[in-house]
């Protein structure tokens, strides 16, 4: 916390890459089109984009706030900000559900390197029942808690290299390579005879399919996808320089990562309409998918297309490089968290919290009941709920002036005085009240 010689990013668009690479990852790729075949295609989409505009945006701004100017971690973040108060404990739930994200997070991480292998190998282009190789993976938990493993030490790797050439460098190559995949996997599907009805069903409201629980999911995605309500932005706030502008890179680093879910919807959706066999199932399957939906269809639908296994080795590269830029990001939290609060060497935090992700993330890949469990209560209730006090603490409790001189950075800024007015009605009132209702239809309905 008392540290001089705090590191920070060294350029703007290290930070940019930095805070966009934890955001861009899972949550865009293989969460995002689950959760919107299951939420029913576009209305989902709409009522997604609706929660990252009214709060997701300025729970970023608000999160940046706490960490750039307190330059500490999570919790030490309330600590300095908010001495002797109870605001602490929203930084240590923060912490808990970065964890908690971790422990299923990187199960996922690990069957990506499984199909990477399995795409590179030429494996995955002789695979004839693709639920069936999905399922064997799942039930090899042996395999899966050894894949995990692996992504987790790759993980602490590029920790163990600290803020600079760690976190900011492998952001900066990572993030372009990811566009550009993705942009020529998305022209791949599109191009495919009939993929116009996979973009019907991403762009064109359906009600039939809505569950009532749009709202709550939705909700969850955005705070997920975003990274934001555990402080994975107060700790990547804490590393900015005192010259960059937090609306403007909140704004830049939110549309980057709607774009990759859109893109990774195109990618997705297009495909399975055009190359199921299935046409008259091919909406259940969709929405039955689960967790498994990328694992199961996709591979499915690559092996249908010239050049399957370039196109699938390069997809699931894709899906590992977008996952480890967000492991990063997680992993850091609880470690910055650990070395400042208990006066550990980065290396010592690094590894242990490393050690007990594996733990969590071993029972994980034992049951995916706990897999679900984790999950779902880490985004739809643990994130919501940070994202909710922390919302209120920079709404209502921290003091105007600090709020305006960051936002402006001591009124050298025009950008951010515009956003300010509506921007503290929006922290004050809007979100807040938009989350309680969001949990209070979520339960009831
Ligand atoms: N935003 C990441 C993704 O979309 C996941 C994540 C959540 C990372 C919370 C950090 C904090 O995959």
Known sequence: MKETNRATFTSKIGMIAAAAGSAVGLGNIWRFPSMTAD????????????????????VMVAEFIIGRSSKANTTGAFHILAPNTSWKWVGRLGVLTGFVIMGFYMVVCGWTLEYIWQSVSGKLATVTDFSANFAALQQDHLKQTLLMTGFAALTLLFTLSGVRKGVEKSSKIFMPTLFLLLILLGIRSVTLPGAINGLEFLFKPNMEHVKSTVFLDAMGQAFFSLS??????ITYGSYFSDSSNLTKTAIQVSVLDMFVAILAGIVIFPSAFALTSNPDT??????????????????????????????????????????ITSTISLLEV?????????????????VLVAIGVLVLGTVSSFSPKFFGLLDSVSAEWMLPIGGFFISLFVGWYLDEKLVYAQLTNEGKEKFGIKFLKGYRFILKYLAPLAILAIFVYGLIG
């Not at 989902?44 to 709060?55: K, Q, T």
């Not at 039955?288 to 297309?305: A, S």
């Not at 609880?334 to 060497?345: A, L, S």
């Open 282 to 323: 091919i909406l259940d399957d969709l929405i039955n998918g689960g967790p498994g939906l990328l694992f199961i269809t996709l591979p499915q639908l690559f092996n249908e297309i010239p050049l399957s296994m370039l196109w699938s080795s390069l997809f699931f590269i894709l899906l590992a490089i977008a996952a």
């Open 39 to 58: 939420g029913g295609g576009a209305v989902f989409i709409l009522v997604y984009i609706g929660c990252v505009l009214f709060f997701g945006i300025p």
């Open 228 to 233: 934001l309500g555990m402080g994975c932005m």
């Open 334 to 350: 609880v470690t910055i968290y650990i070395q400042e609060e208990y006066k550990r060497t980065r290396h010592e935090s690094a």
